[in-house]
C-alpha cells in the first residue's frame, strides 16, 4: 500500500469499520501475512533461476566464441539432400510392385502414401503401409524405420474406411491383358483420371482412349457418380494403336 492507503486503512481499524462491514482483522491480517510469505517465495525461486540462467551462460559462452572464431555458422542449417543419397524402393500393392524413387532416409510414410493416391489412384485416408511385417505411421522416418535401398514397403487398403462415399474398386481390362487392373476411384473422378492411373501402373500410352461400360462409352470429363458404378465393376479399355514405322 502506499502511504495514502497506509493513512486510509489505519483510520478504518481505528474507526471499527472492518467489523461493522464483518470482516475480522485478524483473518484479514493473516491472510496479508501468507500473502507477503507467497511472494518472498516466489521471489527467492526467480533469483536461484536467475542465479543458474547466469551461471548456464558463463559455462557456454566460451564455448560459443570458441566456434565462431573457427568459423561455424552459428545458424544450424539441415544439410542439403544430394542425389547420391536417393535411393529407390519397391511398393507392393495388390500383389504388384511398383518403384518409388527419389526416396532418403528423411522420406516419412506420409509422402509414400501421397505418391500411392497420385499415381495408384488409391486415397490416402484408408491407406496402410506396413514394412517387415509392421505398421509404418505417417510420420515415421524411412531411415528410422529401417527401410533401405530396394526394400519393399506393402501397402493395403482398410476396408472399414472404405464405407458410403469412400472410394471403391473398378477393373479395368485393356488390350493384350490377362487380367484385369485394379484401380481405386470416387465419385469425382473421371473416365480420363482412371486411364491415366492404367498408364501409371501398366506402363500403356492410355492417350486418346475411350472406357465402357455395360457397351457404352465414358464421357471422359463426366464425373463417374453420374454412371452409378458398383463395387468392383468391369471397365473396358479402348486404346488407339500405334501406327508402325516403316
Known amino acids: 500500500l502506499g502511504e495514502a492507503d497506509a493513512v486510509v486503512a489505519r483510520a478504518a481499524v481505528r474507526a471499527g469499520l472492518f467489523r461493522s462491514a464483518c470482516i475480522p482483522e485478524g483473518a484479514l491480517c493473516k491472510a496479508a501475512e501468507a500473502e ?8 527467492d525461486a526467480l533469483v ?16 560459443a566464441s570458441v566456434l565462431v572464431q573457427e568459423g561455424v ?9 544430394v542425389e547420391a543419397d536417393m535411393f529407390p524402393i519397391f511398393l507392393k500393392f495388390q500383389g504388384r510392385s511398383h518403384v518409388v524413387t527419389g526416396c532418403t532416409a528423411q522420406t516419412i ?5 501421397a505418391w500411392a493416391a497420385s499415381r495408384l489412384g488409391v486415397p490416402e485416408l484408408p491407406q496402410r503401409l506396413v ?4 505398421p509404418l505411421p505417417d510420420a515415421r522416418c ?11 514397403v506393402h501397402l493395403t487398403v482398410a ?9 471403391r474398386r473398378v477393373i479395368v481390362f485393356v488390350p493384350e491383358g490377362v ?12 473416365s480420363e483420371d482412371v486411364l491415366q492411373r492404367i498408364r501409371a501402373i501398366d506402363d500403356r500410352d492410355t492417350s486418346g482412349g475411350t472406357l465402357c461400360y455395360g457397351g457404352r462409352g465414358l464421357h471422359p470429363f463426366v464425373p463417374l457418380a453420374n454412371y452409378h458404378l458398383p463395387e468392383a465393376a468391369a471397365l473396358h479399355a479402348l486404346l488407339r494403336k500405334r501406327p508402325r514405322v516403316r
Open 48 to 63: 536461484a533461476q536467475v542465479a543458474a540462467e547466469k551461471a548456464t551462460i558463463a559455462r557456454l559462452r566460451p564455448l
Open 142 to 152: 524411412l531411415g528410422l524405420a529401417g527401410v533401405r535401398r530396394d526394400s519393399t
Open 73 to 81: 555458422d552459428p545458424v544450424w542449417r539441415c544439410p542439403a539432400v
Open 179 to 190: 487380367q484385369g487392373e485394379t484401380v481405386w476411384v470416387s465419385d469425382t473422378d473421371t
Open 159 to 167: 476396408p472399414e474406411m472404405c464405407r458410403g462415399k469412400a472410394p
Open 131 to 134: 514394412f517387415e511385417g509392421r
Open 109 to 113: 510414410a506420409q509422402e509414400l502414401k
Open 36 to 43: 507477503i510469505a507467497r511472494a518472498e517465495v516466489n521471489m
